[in-house]
């Protein structure tokens, strides 16, 4: 199961996003938020991050304006690791070197056609299991659980 969120600005993209997985026969769950009525992008990124994070989801997408801000406030969740990427390497890389678990895109940044590619990648590239890179996801965590 993957979990959406988005703000406004991402909502056109978040759709386009919905479509795809739908043509691909991927369970979602949608976490608003649910127009392009002006909301605080914080509020859909912990929805979406804590879903994550808690198991009910396995990986996440979120959506808004540039992927930056969303971002942010979703790695502000213990045990979430959410990148901002536009291009197909990074977003391969997030996941095979850093186990990212969220993905964020930004509707001003990409088009439709961009963000289909690049959340197909991060769908479907797993995580090495390279111990150099677990080991760096370990010190991740231990920042987080020290704070």
Do not use: W
């Not at 988005?6 to 649910?34: M, N, P, S």
């Not at 197909?88 to 890389?93: D, H, I, P, R, V």
């Amino acid at each position: 199961m993957i979990a959406l969120g988005c703000d406004h600005a991402g909502f056109e993209l978040k759709q386009a996003i919905i479509k795809h997985l739908d043509e691909r026969k991927i369970e979602y769950k949608d976490y608003g938020t649910y127009s392009e009525d002006s909301v605080d992008y914080a509020v859909y990124a912990e929805k979406t991050a804590r879903a994550v994070a808690n198991g009910e989801c396995e990986l996440g997408l979120l959506f808004c304006g540039t992927g930056v801000g969303i971002s942010m406030a979703a790695n502000k969740v213990r045990g979430i690791r959410a990148a901002c990427c536009s291009d197909l390497f990074s977003a391969e890389m997030t996941r095979r070197h850093n186990d990212a678990n969220i993905l964020c895109l930004g509707g001003r940044v990409v088009s439709p056609e961009k963000a289909t590619e690049l959340v197909d990648i991060f769908l479907d590239t797993p995580f090495s299991g390279e111990e150099r890179h677990a080991r760096r996801i370990a010190q991740i965590a231990d920042i987080e659980n020290r704070n």
